[in-house]
Nanobody, 124 residues
Framework: QVQLEESGGGSVQAGGSLSLSCAASGSTFAGYFMAWFRQAPGKEREFVAAITWTFGYTYYDDSVRGRFTISRDKAKNTMFLQMNSLKPEDTAVYYC?????????????????WGQGTQVTVSS
């Protein structure tokens, strides 16, 4: 069983940067996708970015494309999210997730593993 743990959240002013990490433990992640989702108060969990674990193909929501970069280090069993030019609307709890199968990367319900989340707060 894979356990995921996020780190790196915090508070920053608009225009600033933060970097998140997601470490997989328990067993080596051998699934197809790893992804970042976020959930703001009163809103549903939404897709941010995904990466295919084997080949590193990346996918982004339009709201973050060009500002966020997803990457992974297979040897360290870790995924990253570099967030630049942050906006107040990026404020949310950020979750990492893993999915065993190929197919859709967009829907949270398709993912098999979840971290506990890390808070990101962007002030104006």
């Amino acid at each position: 069983q894979v356990q995921l743990e996020e780190s790196g959240g915090g508070s920053v002013q608009a225009g600033g940067s933060l970097s998140l990490s997601c470490a997989a433990s328990g067993s080596t992640f051998a699934g197809y996708f790893m992804a970042w989702f976020r959930q703001a108060p009163g809103k549903e969990r939404e897709f941010v970015a995904a990466i295919t674990w084997t080949f590193g193909y990346t996918y982004y929501d339009d709201s973050v494309r060009g500002r966020f970069t997803i990457s992974r280090d297979k040897a360290k069993n870790t995924m990253f999210l570099q967030m630049n030019s942050l906006k107040p609307e990026d404020t949310a709890v950020y979750y990492c997730a893993g999915r065993n199968q190929s197919g859709s990367y967009y829907y949270a319900r398709k993912y098999d593993y979840w971290g506990q989340g890390t808070q990101v707060t962007v002030s104006s």
